[in-house]
Structure formats: structure tokens, C-alpha cells
């Protein structure tokens, strides 16, 4: 179980925006692990965050791709088929947001607590479809906010994520 008082914040990045909320509002506990293609995540690096119930989806992938340092730079999707995520039935696509064809709904108005509805919920969140980056999300707890704390924050971390670009990119 995690609980928030081993916070620490994004320190790599200073663009992440953060935010101090009111009391009465869930704190959502999500873990991403950066999985292989086929979803297998034993020994991958992670990450476990804090973010607001009310955070879009589109805050959770800037969380999630910044508590790995890399850039924020690729469309990206939210989806149920972890090993085969062309076969979804439930999806978030940025492409819905920029006006693309897209057969499932936007991830800018869509919140973290409409998608992640039950604590062991998980979806495939992709990112970048050329380099194909897949990160295994799952909810693993719900807590009341800590007053006075700003969010997202970074609860658990393992592990180190290779380069996002290589060398010769």
C-alpha cells in the first residue's frame, strides 16, 4: 500500500505544474510501469503518483512521462487492451483533442476519476507511436488529500528509464 507521506516532487523538470487543493477532495494513487510490448512489467522501472481526482487525462500522461524525464512531445493514448492495444474497446486518444479521426473519446476533458473507477483498474497508456513507449497504469489506492501538499507528486519510484531519444536521433 502506498501512502503520500513519501513524497517527493518532480525535480528533474520544472515545468510541471502543480497545484494546492481544498480539503475534501481524493487524491488518486496511480503506479506506471514502463512495460515491454506485450505488457510485461516485472523489474521495469516505475513510478507511483499522486495526482487529484479532477486531474485530466492529459495531466496524468504529462505527470507520468515527466516522472520519467522525458520530453512531453508525442500524441499519446489511454487504453484497455494492455497486450494488443489496437484491439480496444475503451480508449483516450490525444488525437480525438486535435481535431484527428479518432474512434474513442479526448483525454483534455476527461478525468482521472471517470477512467480509473475502481482500485485495480489498469489500461495501456501509450506514448509516441513511432517509438511506441508503453506504460502499464494502474489505480492502487484512493486517499484524502493532505492539506497544504501540492499535486502531482511522486509517491514510489524504481529504477531508471533508458534515454528516450538515442544518441543518433
Given at each position: 500500500?502506498?501512502?503520500?507521506?513519501?513524497?517527493?516532487?518532480f525535480?528533474?523538470?520544472?515545468?510541471?505544474?502543480?497545484?494546492?487543493?481544498?480539503?475534501?477532495?481524493?487524491?488518486?494513487?496511480?503506479?506506471?510501469?514502463l512495460s515491454?510490448l506485450?505488457?510485461?512489467?516485472?523489474?521495469k522501472?516505475?513510478?507511483?503518483?499522486?495526482?487529484?481526482?479532477d486531474?485530466?487525462?492529459?495531466?496524468?500522461?504529462k505527470?507520468?512521462?515527466?516522472?520519467f524525464?522525458?520530453?512531453?512531445d508525442?500524441p499519446?493514448?489511454f487504453?484497455?487492451?494492455?497486450n494488443?492495444?489496437?484491439?480496444?474497446k475503451e480508449g483516450?486518444e490525444?488525437?480525438?483533442?486535435?481535431?484527428?479521426?479518432?474512434e474513442?473519446?479526448?483525454?483534455?476533458?476527461?478525468?482521472v476519476?471517470?477512467?480509473f473507477n475502481?482500485?485495480?483498474?489498469?489500461?495501456?497508456f501509450?506514448?509516441?507511436y513511432?517509438d511506441?513507449?508503453h506504460f502499464v497504469v494502474?489505480?492502487?489506492?484512493?486517499?484524502?488529500?493532505?492539506?497544504?501538499?501540492?499535486?502531482?507528486?511522486?509517491v514510489?519510484?524504481?529504477?531508471?528509464?533508458?534515454?528516450?531519444?538515442?544518441e543518433?536521433?
Amino acid at each position: 500500500m502506498y501512502t503520500l507521506g513519501r513524497g517527493t516532487f518532480f525535480q528533474k523538470r520544472g515545468d510541471m505544474r502543480r497545484q494546492s487543493l481544498k480539503a475534501g477532495k481524493s487524491v488518486y494513487l496511480v503506479k506506471a510501469v514502463l512495460s515491454d510490448l506485450y505488457g510485461r512489467v516485472k523489474g521495469k522501472p516505475f513510478r507511483v503518483l499522486a495526482v487529484p481526482e479532477d486531474y485530466t487525462l492529459y495531466g496524468l500522461a504529462k505527470a507520468i512521462i515527466e516522472s520519467f524525464d522525458f520530453g512531453f512531445d508525442h500524441p499519446f493514448g489511454f487504453y484497455d487492451e494492455i497486450n494488443r492495444w489496437i484491439d480496444s474497446k475503451e480508449g483516450y486518444e490525444l488525437f480525438a483533442d486535435m481535431g484527428e479521426e479518432s474512434e474513442f473519446r479526448g483525454v483534455k476533458k476527461t478525468k482521472v476519476n471517470s477512467v480509473f473507477n475502481q482500485i485495480g483498474k489498469k489500461m495501456l497508456f501509450l506514448f509516441d507511436y513511432g517509438d511506441e513507449w508503453h506504460f502499464v497504469v494502474e489505480l492502487k489506492g484512493i486517499e484524502l488529500l493532505k492539506e497544504g501538499e501540492r499535486y502531482p507528486f511522486i509517491v514510489d519510484s524504481f529504477g531508471e528509464a533508458r534515454p528516450q531519444y538515442s544518441e543518433e536521433e
